[in-house]
Structures are given as structure tokens and as C-alpha cells.
């Protein structure tokens, strides 16, 4: 068994013991005379202690199904673009207080930064957030690696949908239409089937044929999107003591090629010769089960298995010309168990729990026709590449709230985590055909027998690590309408090995952070407030490094690390008008990092924009007519560690507006997203060495209509 660490250093097993013992503990803790009566809240479901909002002791953004609604979130990425500290260049990349979720570069097999889950359930697919018959999204920032494990250095997004009901027969529907052949329509039902009983069903499909014209292909539907989920969820309320839920989601994701020529993308138009997509398919399953062992003592078994098939085919060029096209391929299997019991007594509430989980990663990419520089002679290549990862996770973890007084509160959290990984890489070239350098033209020679000898691989390679993660909070209820904290936690990536590397796969060693919070929360009659200081320095991240066309490595970087502020707020100035907004500053910098002699230090992370804001004014007349209105920035960032001016995300101001009329059964309204229909790239990918200079930009603006009905 690998030696535990803290922080990257080795930890004496008497420590862990200890720690442990004190953390699962015992009566032995000091318990408070007639604590103050703790505030009604929102729950915060998604993190194992199930604390209400204003307790807990972390940075969290929560958006509930009505807010979802009045802001029109129809999916996570409409979330990403207007939650403060996070900035998305597109719905599966996007940065947290300047943290990337897929880390630093184009890494190699690693693990993401943030994890997503639906009903509990780990998923790694795009194109599964939809937000419809979503009861409340959960947004954790900072590293959450102690109570939500792998994948969550970053932070983590918690999606709960809603539950079955054994009370009532429910149901809502709703149809819409927008421009560029915009349409939405989705059902959401529910109620008993037989005496504790439950179901809920919920199905949703919204297209549109997309603003982009494609010259070359003659292609007017060049980025078309499709999606498509449905979920069914069974409860059993049992007699009190015990009760189960079933839940099943499937999606699926069908979307054209996003890059863009840099000098056609305002105009929405790509010149790509090669007939490109994203595909995407993903499924979750869930059960968990829970059983009430005494009035203080529960216990939780929760199961769940995940499957995200997604496949990409793109022009290499982005241009009419012939050169070379990719197919992406990967498949992420994830299965865990996690064994959870809570107390609830009078001065202590804990969590202790047992978690596992199996990682299989499946991946290919396949190259046909790429020019590619051969030592001075020019060819066309044909490649294939494998990654094929199992990755076994252990943890045993722990956290208790314990009352020293009324009105102070500590919060000791430890986590015990050992990662192990067989990881395989491959490399074949399958063809390689030598250009003319007079006229231009591709030989018929193929010269790839001699190309495979010196650049073929096929090699296999385990990694394995271990870590205890400690977590320190003290919160102090100033009254009952105001509390403060300040929290001290770790962050942890475990480790992996790269796809190849001039014929090998070397291994890189895990990332660590360090992460101290000091936050503020106001909740007086109908406004709630929240306030975090933050810091984040970084020990040994991960930072991913192109190569050439079919390498690329993953290095270890000395340190780094990120701090700032997050403030936001919401409330009713009258009892028909509310409002919402909130503000992020995240100042990110490479304190000690040098590649090939150059040095950095003092760079900023990639796709970490300084400032994020937002703000939303609702107005709801009792005659049941409303308007929505809202304004979301995001400053400019680099989109590379060297920082390069020619190649950043650009600054926008996003404004929005709902505006309709909402019955006790029948609704309607008119929406439009990207009022001003502001132009702006979010993502630029430059390689020289694949011929690759393109931009990704966010979408142009959208107006809609929709009705809908409940009952």
C-alpha cells in the first residue's frame, strides 16, 4: 500500500490514526447549552453533511428551480456564463477562480478538476446538464477534494433533480420556438404509483439549426445543435425507517464543428473541407437507499454507474484546403459504492463514510492526410493513437460540526484517498506519402514501414499515490441573522501518465492545493448575503505541453496559486420587485514554473479572466404578469501559459430579458439572450506545428417564445 502524504509529504501513520479516531469521535466533544436557533434556509443537498446554506463553510452559489426558471438556465452552460469566479469558453471547458477543469494545457489521462453530478451520481459527459425539472443546482468553488473526491480540486457542481412524490399527481409541459429554426419542447410528470410508492418522468428536446454557414460544403446548418434527455426516478418511502431511490438519465448531445477561421468567425462563417460534429451520449444510474438506525443515526449506501461516449471529427485547418482531418473517441466508464453514516445530536453533527470507485477511460485518436514535416521533407501522415486507463479509487473519510459554544462552531474534515491506475499508450503511423516540393503533389511511395520502426509505441505503465487531506473550519454566529468563517483545506489531482511522448508514456505525480476561505453571511428577512476572501496556492500542478502533432507531455510545475474575492447577494426590494447580483475577482499567477529556459513566473493562468459579475432585476405583478431582466460580464483572459497578447478570450457584456404572463395553469412568455448581440471569442486553439489557427465564439443573440402549462 503506498504511503500516505500531506501536501506531497510522506505522513506518519500515528497521525492518520489520530486524526481519524477524532474525526469518527465520540461524546467526548464539548456540546452547547441551548444553542441559538439556527436560521430557515435553503439545504444544501449536494456535500455529506447536508448543512443549511447560511452554515456552511464554503464558497457556494445556489440556483433554485424558480431561479433557473426567471433567469432562463436551460443547461450548465447558460449557468457557467453567469456565475461569478467562473468563466467558460464552452460547455465542457471552463475555469473555476481561474482553475481549469481540464487543468492547465491539454493534459494527458488525468482526471478533471471539477466533478458534476446528477442526483449523486459522478458524470463526466457534455451535454448532460440539462436544467429542465431541476429542483436546485448547487455550485461549489474551491477545492472540495475532502467531501467530494476525485476530479474536485477545483470545485464541484451538484445538480438535484426533482424527487417522486407519493402526494399528488403533478405535471408540467412546455413548447417554444426562436430563431435560426430554434425549438424546445418538454414534459415533466409525476406522483404515487402505490401506497409509499412514488415516480417522476421528465423529457426534453431543444434544437436549433445554428447561425453558421459553411462556404465550402454549402452548409447553412454548420453548427446545428441537438439535444435530447430523459430521466425517470422511483421512490419508496418506506414506513420511515427506510426509503430508496432509483433514478435513470439518458442524453444525448448532436452538434457541428465549433472552430472558426479567425478572420470569417464575426461573420459566422467556416471554410472547413472535411464534414465535421461533435457527438455526445451519456447515461446515469442511481440507487441509493437509506436506513434510520435511532432519531440521531442514519445510514446511507449509495450506488451509482455512469457511461459517456462522445466523439468528435474536425477539419485540421479549419480551411477549404486538404489538410488532414482528425476522429476523437472516448469513452469514461465510471462505477462507484460510497457507505455513508450521519449523526445529528445536540452540540455535534458528523458524517464518517467508506467511498470506491473504477475509472475506465477508452480512448483514440485517429489523423488521415495531416502534412507533417518528416526532417525537412514534407508528407501526408496517417496516424493512430490509444490511451486506455483503469483507474481504481479507496477513500475513507470523515467531518463533524462541533458546537463549543452558542455560537461558535468548529468543523474538523479529513479524508484518506489511495489512487491506483494501469495506464496503456499506442502510437502507429498507418501511412505516410511524400509531397512533391516542385509541383505540390502527394507521391504514391508509401514510406510509413520506415517511419513505424523509429516512431511506433505501445507501451503500458501503472501509477499509483496516496494522500490524507485535512480540513479546519471555525464559524462564529455573530446573530441570527449574521455568521463568519474561515476554513482551511486541501486539494488533490492524483497523478497519471501521458499518451505518448517521443515513443514513450512517461508518468507525472499528483497536484496539490492548499486553499484557506474567510467568508461572511448576512440573512435578514428576504435578503441573503455571502462574502469570501480566498487563496489557493498550488504544489507541483499539472501543466499539459504540446509537443508536435503527435506528442505531447504533461509537467510538474513548481508552485503557483490564485487569490481573490467572491460577493453576492439577493433579495426583494418591494414585494413584487427582487433582485440578484454578485461579483468575482480572481488574480492567478505562476509563481515557480521554467520549461525549455523559459521562466513563467509571474504569467497568469490560462482562461482566467480577473473580473466576473452579474446582476438581475424581477418584477412579478399579482395579476401574474412578469419581466426578467439581467447582465452578466466576464473580462478578457489568456488562453496559453506564455500569455501571448494575440491570443486571448475576449471581455463581454451578455444582457438578457424574459418578460410574460404566468397563470395558476397556463403560462407564456417572450425571452431573448445576448440582447445586443455582442460578438466575442471565448477560446482560441494556435498550433503551428498541426496548422491550426481558430477561435471558438460564444452565441449571437436569441429570441424566443414559449407557453406553458401545469397542473
Do not use: C
Not at 451519456?282 to 440521531?296: I, P
Amino acid at each position: 500500500m503506498p504511503s500516505p502524504t500531506l501536501f506531497g509529504k510522506p505522513l506518519p501513520s500515528a497521525t492518520v490514526a489520530v486524526t481519524t479516531l477524532t474525526l469518527l469521535g465520540s461524546p467526548a466533544v464539548l456540546r452547547a447549552e441551548n444553542p441559538s436557533p439556527k436560521l430557515e434556509e435553503i439545504l444544501v443537498t449536494g456535500e455529506p453533511m447536508q448543512r443549511q446554506a447560511i452554515d456552511t463553510v464554503s464558497s457556494i452559489s445556489i440556483v433554485t428551480g424558480e431561479d433557473i426558471q426567471a433567469r432562463n438556465i436551460r443547461d450548465i452552460y447558460d449557468l457557467l456564463l453567469r456565475t461569478p469566479n467562473v468563466s467558460a469558453a464552452k460547455e465542457d471547458k471552463f475555469s473555476v477562480r481561474g482553475i481549469s477543469n481540464e487543468g492547465i494545457g491539454p493534459g494527458g489521462t488525468g482526471r478533471p478538476t471539477v466533478s458534476v453530478f446528477i442526483d449523486g451520481a459522478r458524470q463526466a459527459g457534455r451535454g448532460v446538464g440539462n436544467t429542465w425539472d431541476v429542483e436546485q443546482v448547487e455550485f461549489y468553488r474551491g477545492p472540495q477534494s475532502t467531501a467530494f473526491g476525485p476530479g474536485s480540486l477545483a470545485g464541484a457542481i451538484v445538480i438535484q433533480t426533482t424527487p417522486p412524490s407519493t402526494d399528488a399527481y403533478t405535471a408540467k409541459l412546455k413548447l417554444g420556438a426562436a430563431n435560426d429554426s430554434g425549438r424546445e419542447a418538454g414534459i415533466a410528470l409525476g406522483g404515487p404509483i402505490a401506497g409509499n410508492l412514488g415516480f417522476r418522468y421528465a423529457a426534453e428536446t431543444n434544437q436549433t439549426d445554428g447561425e453558421v454557414t459553411n462556404t465550402t460544403l454549402d452548409d447553412d446548418t454548420w453548427q446545428a445543435r441537438h439535444r435530447y434527455m430523459q430521466r425517470i426516478k422511483l421512490g419508496w418511502a418506506g414506513d420511515g425507517r427506510y426509503s430508496a431511490l432509483l433514478s435513470v438519465q439518458g442524453s444525448k448531445l448532436r452538434e457541428g464543428n465549433e472552430y472558426l477561421p479567425p478572420n470569417t468567425a464575426e461573420q459566422r462563417i467556416s471554410t472547413d473541407n472535411v464534414a465535421g460534429y461533435y457527438n455526445d451520449d451519456s447515461f446515469v444510474v442511481l440507487l441509493r437507499q437509506q436506513l434510520v438506525l435511532s432519531e440521531a443515526v442514519t445510514a446511507a449506501l449509495i450506488l451509482t454507474h455512469s457511461d459517456s461516449y462522445n466523439q468528435r471529427k474536425g477539419d485540421y485547418d479549419v480551411s477549404a484546403e486538404d489538410n488532414g482531418f482528425f476522429v476523437n473517441t472516448t469513452d469514461t466508464l465510471n462505477t462507484a459504492l460510497e457507505l455513508r453514516l450521519n449523526y445529528r445530536g445536540e452540540g455535534l453533527r458528523a458524517v464518517a463514510g467508506f467511498f470506491r470507485s473504477r475509472d475506465e477511460l477508452d480512448g483514440s485518436s485517429v489523423t488521415k492526410g495531416l502534412k507533417y514535416n518528416l526532417g525537412g521533407v514534407q508528407a501526408r501522415a496517417d496516424a493512430d493513437l490509444f490511451a486506455l486507463r483503469k483507474a481504481n479509487t479507496h477513500a475513507l473519510y470523515s467531518e463533524a460540526d462541533i458546537d463549543i459554544t452558542p455560537a461558535v462552531t468548529v468543523t474538523l474534515g479529513g479524508r484518506y484517498e489511495e489512487n491506483t491506475a494501469t495506464n496503456r499508450s499506442a502510437f502507429f503511423v498507418t501511412g505516410a506519402y511524400p509531397i512533391d516540393p516542385v509541383t505540390g503533389t502527394t507521391t504514391p511511395t508509401d514510406i510509413s514501414p520506415a517511419l513505424a520502426a523509429v516512431l511506433d509505441s505501445d507501451t503500458t505503465a501503472d501509477s499509483s499515490d496516496a494522500v490524507f487531506l485535512p480540513k479546519l473550519a471555525l464559524s462564529y454566529q455573530l446573530s441570527d441573522t449574521l455568521s463568519t468563517f474561515v476554513s482551511h483545506s486541501y486539494g488533490y489531482r492524483a497523478g497519471s501518465v501521458d499518451f505518448v511522448s517521443d515513443g514513450e508514456s512517461p508518468t507525472y505525480g499528483p497536484e496539490y492545493t492548499r486553499n484557506t476561505d474567510l467568508g461572511v453571511k448576512l440573512q435578514l428577512d428576504n435578503w441573503f448575503v455571502q462574502s469570501t476572501l480566498f487563496r489557493v496556492d498550488y504544489e507541483d500542478m499539472q501543466i499539459g505541453v504540446r509537443v508536435d502533432a503527435s506528442n505531447f507531455r504533461t509537467d510538474n510545475a513548481g508552485s503557483a496559486r490564485a487569490q481573490g474575492l467572491e460577493l453576492e447577494l439577493r433579495g426583494d426590494l418591494t414585494a413584487t420587485l427582487g433582485v440578484f447580483a454578485g461579483i468575482g475577482y480572481t488574480d492567478t499567477e505562476f509563481t515557480d514554473y521554467e520549461d525549455d529556459g523559459v521562466d513563467y513566473a509571474g504569467n497568469h493562468f490560462p482562461n482566467a479572466p480577473r473580473l466576473t459579475a452579474n446582476a438581475g432585476l424581477s418584477y412579478h405583478h399579482p395579476s401574474g404578469f412578469f419581466v426578467n431582466t439581467s447582465w452578466a460580464r466576464t473580462e478578457y483572459s489568456f488562453v496559453d501559459r506564455d500569455n501571448n497578447d494575440s491570443l486571448q478570450a475576449d471581455a463581454r457584456d451578455l444582457f438578457a430579458t424574459r418578460l410574460g404572463y404566468q397563470g395558476d395553469h397556463i403560462g407564456a412568455e417572450i425571452y431573448a439572450q445576448n440582447l445586443g448581440d455582442k460578438f466575442y471569442v471565448t477560446d482560441r486553439f494556435n498550433s503551428p506545428s498541426l496548422g491550426i489557427d481558430a477561435v471558438f465564439v460564444g452565441d449571437p443573440r436569441e429570441v424566443g417564445a414559449r407557453l406553458h402549462y401545469t397542473f
